[in-house]
T-cell receptor, first 113, second 113 residues
Framework: EAQVTQNPRYLITVTGKKLTVTCSQN?????MSWYRQDPGLGLRQIYYSMNVEVTDKGDVPEGYKVSRKEKRNFPLILESPSPNQTSLYFC????????????FGPGTRLTVT | DAKTTQPPSMDCAEGRAANLPCNHS???????VYWYRQIHSQGPQYIIH???NNETNEMASLIITEDRKSSTLILPHATLRDTAVYYCIVRRSDNNAGNMLTFGGGTRLMVKP
């Protein structure tokens, strides 16, 4: 089954404790992105990748890092999480030829206290 | 990317057609109209897209006015599972910067028994 998976689905952590949210897709997609969703602000792109070893900032990259060492994986790293990073996070992927048709993961609900 | 305007909410009776409007009066000639939906806190799901001709797939139909300044997404026989937030997005079909989808406020469709 074609899918995007994220782990963990729920996470409660404390300020400053480094964490990683994993994202994996099994569709051999070139493009991958991370979004965060907050009430009243909609979905905002954090980082994106157009291929292995190619990443760039989206609209709200501050406080986040990403890497793309393999085509299927695109982890999101919070080196020192803060309460304002409490949010619902989505990973998405798409093929180069149909970049508008993004497949989203199930989401990761992160709470930073 | 052109800005879109959608009503914040709509109700529809189960089994009836749901018609969701979207205004995009500043759309450019090379921009497509895309529709996504998000069922409560799940990842957004691609529905359909079009340029100027009406489009239909297994999920919905898309009607675009001749001047392309507005469109309507039609769910022909709405079910309770169609209750979701529906997003109308306008952008070029090729990869724009960061392959970003810009989600506005969307329309919250409530399908009632």
């Amino acid at each position: 089954e074609a899918q995007v998976t994220q782990n963990p689905r729920y996470l409660i952590t404390v300020t400053g404790k480094k964490l990683t949210v994993t994202c994996s897709q099994n569709m051999n997609h070139e493009y991958m992105s991370w979004y965060r969703q907050d009430p009243g602000l909609g979905l905002r792109q954090i980082y994106y990748s157009m291929n292995v070893e190619v990443t760039d900032k989206g609209d709200v990259p501050e406080g986040y890092k990403v890497s793309r060492k393999e085509k299927r994986n695109f982890p999101l790293i919070l080196e020192s999480p803060s309460p304002n990073q409490t949010s619902l996070y989505f990973c998405a992927s798409s093929s180069r030829g149909r970049s508008y048709e993004q497949y989203f993961g199930p989401g990761t609900r992160l709470t930073v206290t | 990317d052109a800005k879109t305007t959608q009503p914040p909410s709509m109700d529809c009776a189960e089994g009836r057609a749901a018609n969701l409007p979207c205004n995009h009066s500043t759309i450019s000639g090379n921009e497509y109209v895309y529709w996504y939906r998000q069922i409560h806190s799940q990842g957004p799901q691609y529905i359909i897209h079009g340029l100027k001709n009406n489009e239909t797939n297994e999920m919905a139909s898309l009607i675009i006015t001749e001047d392309r300044k507005s469109s309507t997404l039609i769910l022909p026989h709405a079910t309770l599972r169609d209750t979701a937030v529906y997003y109308c997005i306008v952008r070029r079909s090729d990869n724009n910067a960061g392959n970003m989808l810009t989600f506005g406020g969307g329309t919250r469709l409530m399908v009632k028994p």
